[in-house]
């Protein structure tokens, strides 16, 4: 059975997650426990009486339980409509399946005791089914008692409903894959020992076996020696030392293993946490609802004591017949008495949510002990649930980075690359040594030709003498001829260049005159080259004539009280707060009026915000963690992975990132569902959310005696301040006549009347009048007295102690107290109860050679552990 726990139920997602065992949702739990009237977890018969006065036997909560005729509860009350006689009825209550003692009789659980449900027809045809509510109350207790004592819920049961195997959780697990861990590094330290030995051994003028394959073998020795001694560093080193025991005893060697034992003491620790959190609940008795029901009658008792019976009154008429007034007596006299009944104020038969004659107002009651109960849960589990996920969250992410660095290979060669590597060496000494044989000899080949040229330049030197002295004579005849030459040059330069600059000057003035009148002075005029553009842009001189043409005509994302709509979004003018859509990716993006923008991606759990300056800040967002938004709400992400989003205005978002949709729920309760991306008319959001009565509730106002949860006409008192501990039997409390006495007192009566049930409430009235007096007198007299009415008992309980238990060293962390983890007695038969302790008997178990965390044989890897 797969687990049907509420998305917001964190108490249930905390049970199926941290034991796998399959919570049913608590929105439907009393579904099935209602009468043919639809009041839940009772059957009401309203009763006529004659008139009279109450009496203690009348009320439950005076009386105790099963007082009068054998039914669960009573309570009696008066009703006046308008012209109306006052008429009395009794309230005859019985419960659906409470708890029966062996007389048959109801009672309620004791504090911190469980029962099974079962099934029922009622007298009236209806089929009843109280399983689904037992579960939820008993069976957390015994899952998390299993998981702390045993360490596993592997084919744990209860209440006919088995944890399934793929769901199960095996603390041990985490001690195998830490021996895993430990037997690999222990492997490394020990082979890391012997490849140095065998690098050794093939070293040295000593060696047994030397050559280029010995030194290809010594490599690769050498590198795997390395890589074996650096897999120990990185999973803590040879000398790591833990100080913990692992719960199936288990002594951590690695820092993979140290890590594994904090993530299991993490979990089993959380999980006392949790059994704790369930002791408080029940061991305070409002884990019964039976118990949230008996203290709401019990409410509505105090305020029918204060604000219905005490304003009841009786006349009474008394006629005489053969009454002779002249006589001196009157043996012929006879006096017949005639009773009627009348209300004064502040009577009211109203509590606030109809008539108590309507048997619709009794289905109101019903269900006001169901939020009882559910306020109790919410009390007691809620909020430790919320933290115990948070933290566990917390830790194991921690954890989560610890384990999920690899061991990685620092230095990768192979035999063969080692062979090649030698190969490649030896191949590049010969070629060194050759080429250097090769210049050697080039070297004395030039030395040799050296000496050849000097000594031929010996045999040529005188030679080159003579013939210099040859040319040094030619030379002194050309200069003598050159000067000469030089003489005539010049006479004949000087007369030539003079007659052509002449020419040069006259032949310029003839073509370069000055047609355009100019003078050489530069001047220039200069066209646009690109007139006419300002008319394409409204004016003629090139410039905007300010008329712009937008490219986006309407805000994409405008208000809607503006009027303005966007035509890529008509409906963008009524989208929530934030305006969530999603990216490219599927990450939701929310954008608030102050210009921040939120980013939530669902597959890492972080949240992006950027706010108006640019400015980012990213916070990872773990189950039950809520942040505020800019407009005032806030963010929280659920265990099952949706984000909920709280609006001002009281509107509620579920995103669901498997499906992409927006689930929303608006103040006036109704739902819609919306695939992001796509245009939402949300116009229906908001709206008037004021559910006041203009004053006190008017259920929860006051206790029994003041006013008890139901609205008093004059005087309004807190409903919740009511002590809750329910009502087991006793008396209502020294004299009813002290509920409401200054309420009585400031109320006014017929000055001839008296008030039919003195003592409830004091109120005023006088004696009677005596007897004699003309025929037709009327005369208000009581009729009783109940003055040994009494009043409801109270009664209390301790919330239990836990032992302590130091918490490990974290780095960011801080000691937490341990809660209790002893043993807890189990379930006894359908329709009792079981409230002694017990040891349940621990199984043996053979301890699986298999090195995989989290998975146990013909399981799979989807649950903790």
Same mark, same amino acid.
């Given at each position: ?535 394409? @842009? /409204?004016?003629?001189?090139?410039? #905007?004539? !300010?008329? =712009?043409? %937008? *490219? $986006?005509? +309407?805000? &994409? ?127 229906? @959001? /908001?709206?008037?959310?004021?559910? #006041?009565? !203009?004053? =006190?509730? %008017? *259920? $929860?106002? +006051?206790? &029994? ?161």
């Amino acid at each position: 059975m797969a687990s049907q726990a509420d998305a917001d139920d964190y108490w249930a997602q905390v049970v199926s997650l941290y034991t796998g065992y399959p919570m049913p949702s608590r929105k439907v739990l009393f579904d099935k426990l209602k009468s043919k009237d639809g009041i839940p977890l009772m059957r009401v018969h309203l009763v006529e009486h004659q008139g009279r006065a109450v009496k203690p036997e009348d009320y439950s909560a005076v009386a105790g339980w099963h007082a009068s005729h054998g039914e669960d509860y009573r309570l009696a009350f008066y009703t006046h409509h308008g012209q109306d006689d006052v008429r009395l009825f009794t309230a005859d209550i019985t419960f659906i399946r409470p708890v029966t003692g062996d007389d048959g009789q109801s009672h309620l659980l004791d504090g911190g005791a469980t029962r099974d449900g079962g099934t029922a027809k009622g007298k009236d045809g209806e089929d009843w089914d109280d399983n689904d509510l037992w579960r939820y109350i008993s069976a957390p207790k015994y899952a998390f008692n299993e998981l702390v004592q045993n360490h596993k819920t592997t084919h744990f049961s209860h209440a006919g409903v088995t944890v399934a195997d793929v769901d199960a959780v095996d603390l041990e697990s985490f001690d195998r894959t830490a021996i895993s861990f430990d037997r690999a590094a222990k492997f490394f330290n020990d082979q890391s020992k012997i490849l140095a030995q065998w690098n050794d051994d093939m070293g040295g003028d000593n060696a047994a076996w030397k050559g280029e394959s010995a030194d290809v073998v010594r490599n690769l020795i050498q590198t795997l020696h390395k890589n074996y001694e650096n897999y120990v560093d990185q999973m803590g080193g040879a000398e790591f030392k833990s100080g913990h025991t692992m719960l199936a005893g288990h002594v951590p060697t690695t820092s993979y293993s140290e890590t594994l034992f904090q993530a299991q003491w993490d979990l089993h620790f959380e999980a006392k946490v949790m059994e704790s959190a369930w002791l408080n609940w029940a061991n305070s008795g409002e884990h019964d609802p039976y118990r949230a029901l008996l203290e709401e009658l019990d409410e509505l008792s105090r305020w029918i004591l204060q604000n219905n019976v005490p304003h009841v009154v009786t006349d009474i008429e008394y006629t005489y017949d053969n009454y002779n007034e002249t006589a001196d007596t009157n043996e012929d006299l006879s006096v017949t008495t005639s009773y009627t009944f009348d209300t004064v104020s502040p009577f009211t038969d109203n509590p606030g949510f109809g008539a108590l004659d309507d048997i619709k107002a009794w289905a109101v009651v019903g269900q006001r002990a169901v939020d009882r109960w559910n306020r109790n849960v919410e009390g007691y589990l809620i909020p430790a649930a919320k933290k115990s996920l948070s933290d566990i969250g917390k830790g194991w992410s921690t954890s989560s980075e610890t384990l999920s660095e690899e061991v990685t290979t620092k230095h990768e060669t192979s035999l063969s690359q080692n062979y090649q590597k030698q190969e490649t060496k030896k191949t590049k000494e010969d070629s060194e040594k050759a080429l250097d044989d090769a210049t050697k000899k080039t070297n004395e080949g030039f030395q040799k030709l050296n000496d050849n040229l000097a000594a031929a330049n010996d045999n040529n030197k005188g030679l080159f003498d003579g013939l210099n002295n040859n040319l040094t004579q030619s030379a002194n005849s050309q200069r003598q001829l050159n000067d000469s030459l030089s003489g005539l040059g010049d006479s004949l330069g000087d007369g030539l260049n003079n007659g052509l600059s002449n020419l040069g000057n006259s032949f310029t003035q003839s073509l370069n005159p000055d047609p355009l009148g100019l003078d050489g002075g530069g001047n220039t005029t200069t066209s646009p080259l690109n007139t006419g553009l300002g008319d394409l @842009l /409204g004016n003629s001189d090139g410039t #905007s004539s !300010g008329t =712009t043409l %937008p *490219l $986006n005509p +309407g805000s &994409l994302l405008t208000n809607s009280s503006t009027g303005i709509t966007s035509p890529l979004n008509p409906n963008a003018g009524s989208l929530l707060s934030g305006n969530p859509r999603l990216d490219d990716d599927g990450n939701l993006v929310q954008t608030y009026p102050d210009g921040t923008t939120t980013v939530y991606d669902p597959d890492t759990g972080q949240l992006v915000t950027t706010g108006p300056d640019g400015h980012t800040t990213t916070t990872q967002l773990n189950p039950g963690d809520s942040i505020p938004t800019p407009d005032g709400g806030s963010i929280e992400l659920n265990p099952d992975g949706t984000l909920t989003t709280h609006h001002p205005d009281g509107t509620t978002t579920v995103f669901d990132p498997s499906d992409g949709t927006l689930q929303t729920t608006n103040p006036d309760g109704t739902h819609t569902t919306t695939q992001l991306n796509t245009p939402i008319d949300t116009s229906g @959001l /908001g709206g008037d959310t004021n559910l #006041s009565y !203009g004053g =006190t509730s %008017p *259920l $929860n106002n +006051g206790a &029994l005696g003041d006013a008890g949860g139901y609205p008093d006409l004059d005087a309004d008192a807190d409903y919740l301040d009511y002590d809750s501990t329910p009502f087991t039997g006793g008396t209502l409390g020294g004299g009813v006549g002290a509920y409401d006495t200054a309420a009585a007192n400031t109320s006014t009566s017929p000055t001839s009347g008296t008030p039919l049930n003195p003592g409830f409430g004091s109120g005023a009235g006088g004696a009677g009048a005596g007897a004699g007096g003309a025929n037709g007198e009327r005369v208000r007299s009581v009729l009783n007295d109940p003055s040994s009415l009494s009043a409801l008992r109270r009664t209390g309980s301790v919330a239990p102690s836990i032992d302590n238990e130091a918490m490990p060293f974290r780095n960011g962390s801080q000691t937490s107290s341990t809660p209790m983890g002893g043993g807890a007695p189990m379930g006894g038969a359908q329709g009792g109860q079981s409230t002694e302790s017990g040891e349940r008997q621990r199984t043996n178990w053979v301890e699986e050679d298999e090195d995989v965390w989290g998975t146990e044989e013909g399981g799979t890897p989807a649950v903790l552990g």
